[in-house]
């Protein structure tokens, strides 16, 4: 049977540790460090998760400001909010919420956001850094967060055989750059892929991230291997469920993420990390 990674437990360390080092910021430099959140329109998700971003904030020392913007703002209204942030020295990080309503350039907004306040890490500067292994970016948040879960089971991952299922800007391609730099052998799986089982039947440590319920069955992965689900979907019953069939593959891994309570927490807790990172670069 594996063991159930806890991703809440392993994220109220980190915070517990951040918390410590956000109270050595705010004496030494006479502030808190400052987030400022944007959430466009009134999807209930990203209320939830631009909730939980404002909880950690206040758990860990960091002053907070959320900007709520209906869905009819303009496009430029929201662009000249980012260039104000940016511009704003008492702001440290700027996190625009994403998805965005359709009718929003999310691509155009994310592009204005200073790099140095990109505490998601998606702008093509903070993107290079991380392929130029450059410690000096700022890092996504969900690979970062990826990365310590598989650190927290003791696994060195020199050698390991890496299978990441899903391509996206956000988690799959910055992931497998986090797997290489711990020496990983990686192999990056999509919806174009054929045969997508002889891959993960390989894998040690398998990442999915595609948005698809119960994608992953048990007779898809490698015995003893490290599984992280990403995914967060609703099953039939409407209860959250992940892009792994965690009850069929459990008995199966050494280590698993459950969802939810594996990776969402860690993402909170690695923004923490980020907005402490960019407040120390912004003194």
């Known amino acids: 049977m594996g063991k159930i990674i806890d991703g809440k437990a392993i994220a109220s360390a980190w915070q517990e540790k951040l918390k410590e080092q956000f109270a050595y910021f705010a004496i030494t430099v006479g502030r808190k460090p400052k987030l400022a959140v944007i959430m466009v329109g009134e999807d209930p998700a990203s209320a939830i998760y631009v909730r939980n971003k404002i909880r950690a904030c206040e758990a860990v020392g960091v002053t907070s400001e959320a900007y709520k913007l209906a869905d009819s703002v303009e496009q430029s209204y929201l662009e000249d909010l980012v260039k104000k942030l940016n511009n704003d020295r008492a702001v440290d990080g700027i996190l625009v919420q994403l998805p965005l309503p359709p009718a929003f350039n999310a691509k155009k907004i994310i592009t204005l956001i200073d790099p140095k306040k990109d505490v998601d890490g998606f702008s093509a500067k903070n993107l290079g850094s991380l392929l130029l292994d450059d410690k000096k970016g700022l890092y996504s948040c969900t690979p970062l967060g990826i990365i310590q879960l598989i650190l927290s089971t003791g696994t060195d991952l020199t050698g390991k055989h890496a299978v990441v299922v899903g391509r996206s800007n956000e988690v799959g391609k910055p992931v497998a750059l986090m797997l290489l ?103």
């Not at 892929?193 to 992953?216: C, M, N, P, W, Y």
């Not at 609703?234 to 280590?255: I, T």
């Open 181 to 283: 730099q711990h020496n990983a052998t990686v192999t990056i799986c999509h919806s174009k892929t054929k045969d997508l089982a002889s891959f993960t039947r390989e894998a040690d440590v398998l990442v999915v991230a595609v948005g698809q319920k119960k994608l992953i069955t048990a007779d898809m992965v490698k015995e003893g291997a490290i599984v992280i689900d990403v995914g967060i979907n609703r099953d039939e019953n409407g209860k959250l469920c992940g892009d792994v069939d965690f009850e069929a593959v459990l008995p199966k891994a050494s280590f698993i993420t459950p969802v939810p309570g594996g990776v969402g927490p860690m993402t909170i807790a690695m923004l923490m990390a980020n907005t402490l990172k960019a407040a120390k670069g912004n003194v």
